[in-house]
């Protein structure tokens, strides 16, 4: 009787296999790495202080990534989280000048709500690309800014007191911010996990026409993605403007293709379908860490939009190449 010898799996199979099936070991072991080479570069700069203050940073950008997170899940993306964060911060810190703190943040939230709504509608109802649709009603936020910047430049503006608390406090070695972003999370994480919006996003990404056979209100999806989107980026708003106690017309913007990158290195497929808000945690820390050897190392601003724009060519060559092999 004989047997049949048995072909061994080569080793670089079963590393991409094992890559794919746990997609949060090479994240961690990617940011281990990065914070060794920090730690070499300049000895002593990874400590409690410098913990904090990289958790203090990376909090904004992962929030705006989990928006990125979600809508990649369904095929799509949100290049107005930039705009909405802007508008809501700035207008918080002008209305607060002469308006109740919660007169203020309905007025601050407002635009969100609004931009998130056309992003649904445009989306859902008529069928326009996301990115054109999201970057229309990020150029036109950004217009209106403008001219509301013009009709309260006489009032000027101010950082509420609880904004800065929660923006650059640390209490017991733990900075203020995670009372926000913790729950934020836990709710994001459990959302696509648990409850049927979160199964109808991965649903939409992955067969948007078997969906929409099933008698899944596409539209009514979209809708109410786009809104949650923009609500959360108008908090991260509030949130950043408490970080970064500056406000301008531009202050959130540089956030939105990191914020792309982190999710994008976090394992969530651009195509749709694929994907989790743990993975686009560990990207915004990556990035965050990155950011901070990249200044060590003295390159410039454009350099490293150069980068963040590589990295997500890179890393969405390799996601189709392990679908391929699949």
Not at 260 to 272: C, H, L, P, R, Y
Request: hydrophobic letters at 55%.
């Amino acid at each position: 009787m004989s047997t049949s010898a048995i072909t061994p799996v080569p080793f670089g199979r079963r590393l991409k296999r094992f890559m794919a099936d746990r997609p949060l070991v090479p994240l961690i072991i990617l940011l281990v790495i990065l914070v060794v080479i920090l730690q070499i570069l300049r000895p002593g700069i990874v400590n409690e202080r410098w913990i904090a203050n990289t958790i203090k940073f990376a909090i904004p950008l992962a929030i705006l990534a989990g928006c990125q997170t979600m809508t990649m899940l369904t095929g799509g993306i949100d290049l107005s989280v930039g705009t909405v964060a802007t508008m809501s911060a700035f207008i918080m810190a002008t209305q607060i000048v002469n308006q109740d703190p919660a007169v203020a943040f309905l007025l601050a939230m407002m635009p969100a709500v609004l931009i998130g709504l056309v992003n649904g509608i445009g989306v859902g109802v008529f069928r326009v690309h996301p990115l054109i649709m999201t970057l229309g009603t990020s150029l036109i936020g950004t217009g209106c800014l403008q001219v509301y910047q013009r009709t309260v430049i006489a009032s000027g503006a101010k950082i509420p007191d609880f904004l800065a608390w929660l923006g650059t406090g640390v209490t017991y070695g733990f900075p203020n911010a995670l009372l926000l972003f913790v729950p934020l999370a836990a709710l994001i994480v459990f959302t696509l996990a648990r409850t049927g919006f979160g199964r109808l996003l991965y649903a939409v990404g992955d067969n948007e026409r078997a969906t929409r056979l099933s008698g899944v209100q596409y539209w009514q999806v979209i809708t109410a993605l786009y809104v949650t989107s923009s609500v959360l980026a108008g908090i991260t708003g509030l949130l950043y403007i408490g970080l970064i106690k500056a406000p301008s017309l531009s202050l959130a913007e540089p956030l939105v293709l990191p914020s792309v990158a982190a999710a994008v290195i976090g394992g969530t497929s651009i195509f749709g379908g694929r994907g989790g808000y743990t993975g686009t945690i560990i990207g915004a820390l990556i990035l965050t860490v990155l950011t901070t050897l990249l200044t060590i190392l003295q390159m410039p601003e454009g350099a490293r939009r150069i980068l963040f724009g590589l990295i997500v060519l890179f890393v969405t060559a390799a996601y189709l190449r392990i679908v391929e092999e699949r």
